[in-house]
């Protein structure tokens, strides 16, 4: 009875969906458990061994707990907006729609060849009209509310409407132009173009002219984690920064409610760092400061009031709406050129970059508001417009950035901190008193932090301030491929399209190129873009699209209600699951979709849609594996190639070699001249007859020829074996390489586990005899650490445990079905195919998916006896094996009367004898 693990696959994928195996009801007695991966985007390049090691953590995850009696939501889809789609259809010269459809087949079917036990009929994907209406049903609920501060939850548009027409806005700060103060008169009486201007500076969904992070040759805004080193992630092409009319996402009104609701979530350490890290909370002072010569005036945000007295120069950054208006005559072709300068540089690269110091002085000064001291106004790339006040005062003494900026620039350091001060370095100190300080001259620093923000305010040129360094989010694209905004504007004037409306379709067309002056390609559509309107006036639709996180932001609530066509989640659904119990998925999201997801929801259950304010209770982000590479060594100038071993005796160019043709390390010559055609004549000087490769461990790429596609694994080694290699490889959390070789040792792990139960020539071996209590140990022992292991995600030492216990279980010859039926049950989640086949095998009806999980026996593993090692002046002569509970005096006599210790007494009287229970004995003489 051969293990053929191939037939049995095919046969247990097919019987599961015959029999619907993992469809989940919405109404259970049973505790309720949510697994979610990471919405995948459906690739066109399609898995590689690297992708799925989330998806098997997380299906084990699922099948174990569905085994421990919980009704079990573990559902898959796709995310399928977004740039990189339209990217891939654009190089493949398809439309967007066909290339999405093509892919996911490739996906679902590499998905279903490694046997995962997804609820495929709550499927999704984000670009089919029938989800994405909801998408823009829940952005019409962000611009139709706004952030209540005082009662800290959004709220609906209307009531702040019924506020201002009250009592105005002296309440209710403005969180977009901090500057509009009116009364309830003043808006009753503006028109309905000015009150509408008003509330879009309220609007959690809202429209602004931005500068935005612009790529002209993929034709849209990106956001900015999106850009690396000045240049797009995808593609790595150039990008500017633009001024452009952008929808945006008022996330800063929650960043209070992101950062507390970290403490009541299990994320990582370094994941919460990262997101607090993201947000950037800071607490100190807005303070106004006059421009001399001038009726302008300049506000900066500082985490130290207590330095105002070391402020030597003030730094604006170049974008800061002052600037132009401040500048002399003599200062303006400098700052022109300056400003352009600034125009090519990314914000990672101005805030990263601390020895790269550039500046431009721009002849205007600022007045100290306390010592009327006239402070030089510069401005440099290392401030930003959009964080703070877009302006600081730079105090070099406390500020190393500050000092190395005066020093390059030959500014006087005035010195406030005394002898904690040597000219050399800035010193970041809040501990110790304040020197040259006027007023507060001799305070320490947090008692002057408190005094110089008290006279501020009593001076009324300034206040309190907590600022963040996140900003908000942009939420257009100017792309095809995206959810249309259900907005059209009558003239000019944004308005919410009539839910009944809903889906906004996005429009079929062939070609999708960019509109004038940066707009989407839907601009290019003019009867979609142009509506009817009454004589004398317009009626347009939105032409930029949503960005790809859209979708993404709230998948995990449709997939509870995946069919519904009256709301995106009936509430009654969404209290049953709750939150996500287990989020998995990599580090690539940890700020932008998670900080994305997590506001949504929090405005979702402020409008009272759900029950729940986080949306994910545990989350892990799962390590990378990583392309073990091989290289072959090119003699220069030659078509010869050299082993590894040898290469040192000749000049070579390495170059990366498909590993898929390479056998550990030794690669297939034959193959090689058939991989490429400029390979075609290549000669080989090989070491004991073989050509061995060199290797690399790096990204898994196509490009590095070091990618291997799970199917090619899965059809020589079967699913099992691909998920437990997949765990055996490491802690779930790591980056490890991939080596296919080793693979070996797991497929022999499973043969031998089949051999337990079934013989090639004998057949089936399943015996139904009482175990003895050796193999009740062994079992025991392992339902304990398969269940510890399985609940805390160690994975990898659950494969380990069962490799001990399998080898254990053969050295006892155990055969008994009392035994092997619960270890089929263990080793369910882990291999789900070979132990189906195995549980019908040995006589079981229905399905081992519904079988209890073993429970552990603590009897069948405590020890009523010890072998003990025992010593003779402290060399071990022997061990006994004694009752755990024999006395002292019991275990001396044992001990003594042992034949091998009576012959190192040698017929002596014993000094003492040293007994340390559960231990050791040594006999001292």
Not at 62 to 80: E, I, Q, S, T
Not at 314 to 320: F, G, N, S, W
Request: glycine letters at 8%; charged letters at 25%.
């Amino acid at each position: 009875m051969e293990y053929n693990f191939r037939q049995i696959e095919r046969k247990w994928q097919q019987r599961w969906v015959d029999t619907q195996a993992y469809l989940v009801s919405n109404s259970s007695n049973k505790p309720k458990c949510y697994v979610l991966d990471m919405f995948p985007y459906p690739s066109g390049a399609g898995l590689h061994v690297g992708h799925p090691l989330g998806y098997i953590a997380s299906d084990i995850y699922a099948r174990f707990k569905r085994l421990k009696g919980f009704n079990v939501l573990h559902p898959m889809g796709y995310d399928a907006f977004g740039l990189p789609a339209e990217q891939y259809a654009l190089e493949t010269g398809q439309h967007p729609a066909v290339t999405t459809a093509e892919n996911i087949e490739t996906f679902r079917k590499q998905l279903d060849n490694i046997g995962f036990c997804y609820d495929w009929s709550r499927k999704i994907q984000t670009s089919q009209p029938e989800y994405y209406k909801w998408t823009q049903q829940i952005f019409l609920q962000l611009f139709d509310s706004w952030y209540n501060r005082h009662a800290a939850k959004a709220e609906p548009i209307d009531l702040l409407v019924r506020i201002f027409e009250a009592a105005g806005n002296h309440h209710h700060e403005c969180p977009g132009d901090r500057s509009i103060r009116f009364s309830a008169e003043t808006w009753n009486e503006s028109t309905y173009e000015q009150q509408q201007e008003i509330l879009m500076q309220y609007r959690l969904g809202y429209l602004a002219y931005a500068e935005v992070n612009w790529c002209p040759a993929l034709g849209t805004v990106l956001a900015n984690d999106e850009v690396i080193n000045g240049v797009s992630e995808r593609g790595g092409h150039p990008v500017q920064k633009k001024k452009m009319r952008q929808w945006f996402l008022r996330i800063t009104e929650y960043a209070d409610r992101l950062l507390k609701g970290l403490d009541e979530i299990t994320f990582s350490d370094a994941m919460k760092d990262m997101q607090r890290n993201w947000i950037g909370k800071s607490q100190g002072a807005e303070i106004k400061f006059n421009i001399a010569g001038s009726m302008e005036s300049v506000v900066v945000y500082t985490t130290r009031p207590d330095t105002i007295f070391g402020v030597d120069f003030m730094v604006l950054a170049p974008e800061h709406e002052l600037v132009d208006g401040i500048t002399t005559d003599e200062q303006a072709e400098a700052i022109t050129a300056y400003k352009e300068y600034v125009q090519s540089r990314s914000e990672r690269e101005r805030m990263a970059e601390v020895k790269l110091i550039t500046g431009c002085f721009t002849g205007a000064y600022a007045v100290n508001p306390f010592d009327g001291r006239k402070i030089p106004i510069w401005i440099s790339e290392y401030v930003l417009a959009g964080y703070g006040t877009g302006a600081i005062m730079a105090v070099p003494c406390g500020d190393q950035r500050d000092f190395n900026f005066a020093n390059h620039f030959s500014i006087p350091v005035t010195n406030i901190l005394g002898d904690a001060f040597d000219g050399k370095e800035a010193n970041p100190t809040k501990e110790g008193k304040l020197f040259n300080s006027d007023f507060i001259t001799g305070m320490e620093m947090k008692e002057a932090m408190e005094a110089v923000t008290t006279k501020i305010e009593n001076l009324g040129i300034g206040k309190r301030q907590i600022n963040y360094r996140m900003r908000d989010a942009g939420f257009s694209r100017q792309r095809y491929w995206g959810e249309p905004f259900p907005i059209v504007f009558r003239n000019g004037i944004p308005e919410a399209m009539d839910v009944k409306d809903l889906p906004l379709e996005l429009p079929h067309v062939e070609h999708y190129t960019p509109g004038e002056d940066g707009e989407g390609p839907l601009a290019n559509i003019t009867d979609w873009v142009n509506l009817p309107a009454a004589p004398g006036s317009s009626l347009r639709r939105e032409t930029n699209t949503m960005p790809g996180y859209a979708g993404s932001s709230w998948y995990f609530l449709r997939y509870m209600d995946p069919h519904n066509t009256e709301t995106f989640c009936d509430r009654k659904i969404s209290d049953y699951w709750g939150q996500v119990d287990l989020y998995i998925g990599g580090t690539e999201h940890a700020v932008g979709h998670l900080l994305y997801s997590r506001m949504w929801t929090k405005v979702l259950f402020d409008l009272g849609h759900i029950g729940f304010e986080e949306p994910y209770k545990k989350l892990v982000n799962q390590g990378m594996i990583q392309g073990s590479s091989r290289l072959v060594y090119r003699v220069r100038g030659t078509n010869q190639f050299v082993s590894a071993g040898l290469r040192a005796q000749y000049e070579t160019d390495e170059i990366h070699v498909d590993v898929n043709i390479v056998d550990g390390l030794e690669l297939d010559t034959a193959a090689f001249k058939n991989w490429r055609q400029d390979f075609a004549t290549a000669q080989f000087i090989l070491e004991n007859g073989k050509y061995i490769c060199g290797t690399l461990t790096e990204k898994m790429s196509k490009r590095l020829f070091n990618t291997v596609n799970p199917n090619v694994i899965v059809e020589k080694f079967g699913a099992d074996t691909f998920r437990m290699y997949e765990m055996f490889l490491g802690p779930v959390e790591q980056s490890k390489p991939w080596e296919t070789k080793g693979i070996e040792g797991v497929h022999r792990f499973l043969k031998k586990f089949w051999r337990l139960f079934a013989d090639e020539q004998k057949g089936l071996l399943v015996k139904d005899e009482a175990p003895t209590p050796e193999e009740l140990k062994v079992l025991h022992n392992t339902i304990r650490k398969i269940e510890e292991d399985t609940e805390r995600l160690s994975f990898n030492t659950a494969v380990s445990t069962f490799m001990i216990c399998v080898n254990e279980l053969t050295d006892l010859k155990c055969n008994k079905k009392a035994v092997l039926e619960q270890l089929l049950v263990l080793l369910t989640p882990y291999a789900p195919h070979v132990s189906e086949e195995l549980w019908a095998l040995i006589g079981n009806s229905g399905s081992i998916l519904d079988a209890p999980f073993p429970v552990f026996e603590a009897k069948h593993v405590t020890e009523s006896a010890k072998e003990y090692p025992v010593s003779v002046n402290g060399k071990l002569r022997t061990t006994i094996n004694i009752s755990l509970d024999a006395s002292v005096e019991d275990v001396e006599k044992i001990a003594l009367s042992n034949e091998v210790i009576q012959r190192w007494l040698e017929g002596k009287t014993p000094k003492k004898v040293i007994f340390v229970k559960g231990k050791m004995i040594n006999v001292v003489i």
